[in-house]
């Protein structure tokens, strides 16, 4: 009974809302423990959800794709998903006791390609859909966050290999070990992919390297694009749906009173 309780209430809820809901709460709930020693174990907690409710939400997006089907099976996209994944999460807690270039660079390889995969499954049951609702508009959303997460990912990636590639403030420790420096440069990195996409530019952090510039300017746009593009047309099918459906129910209401 109590374990059929979160189901249900995922899918009255929404799948990718509560997806959403729990990047969010990630992403506002961690900065507090920053300087605290449970960051890193805070940082996994929020990883293992992203992973865990990902894998969830598309696990359920299968089923209801195929409810008449006798028994669930994995597509190749949700095993090369949890594959992906698994080893991002093994990597992330190898590093911190071996740390080196190129396991920070096969955990980088690990991470974006499950962000990569989640999101364009997600975003391809976006566009599928015949009836554009809440829940949809919500895994559009949950795709721009995964998006913030995987350049997260490789702008920390481009700051470990060059120490030079961005500037920070004065007072911005990254750390003195490597696996220090691993921790803190994703999650300072998260804070300026964010920044980026969304295109408010604080300018505490800057991109210094000609890669570094111009991967931060390709995100930038990509945000851009995302939202002004995908996101608002979603939200305009929404609200048209929604104008017909009044106009439907009033016509509805006028043909019954005229056969009354």
Sequence with gaps: MRMALAPRLVRRMGRFSFLLAALMAGLAIRPFFETYETASAIFSIFLAATLLGSLFALALQRSNEDPTAGGWRPSPVFIVACVSGALGMIGRE??????????????????????????????????????????????????????????????????????????FPAHESMGQTPAQLFHHTVSAFMYYSFVTLSSIGYGDITPVSPPARALSALEGISGQFYVAILVASLVGIRISQAMQDEADKIREAAERDQHL
């Excluded at 991470?111 to 809440?134: D, P, Y």
């Design 94 to 167: 190898a590093v911190v006791r071996y740390p080196s270039h190129v396991l920070i660079l096969f955990i980088t390889a690990c991470w974006v390609t499950f962000l990569l995969v989640v999101g364009v499954s997600i975003l391809r049951m976006a566009l599928s859909t015949r009836r554009v609702t809440f829940d949809t508009i919500s895994a559009a959303l949950c795709v721009y966050m995964l998006m913030g997460l995987a350049w997260a990912f490789i702008f920390s990636n481009i700051y470990i290999f060059d120490t030079q590639a961005f500037s």
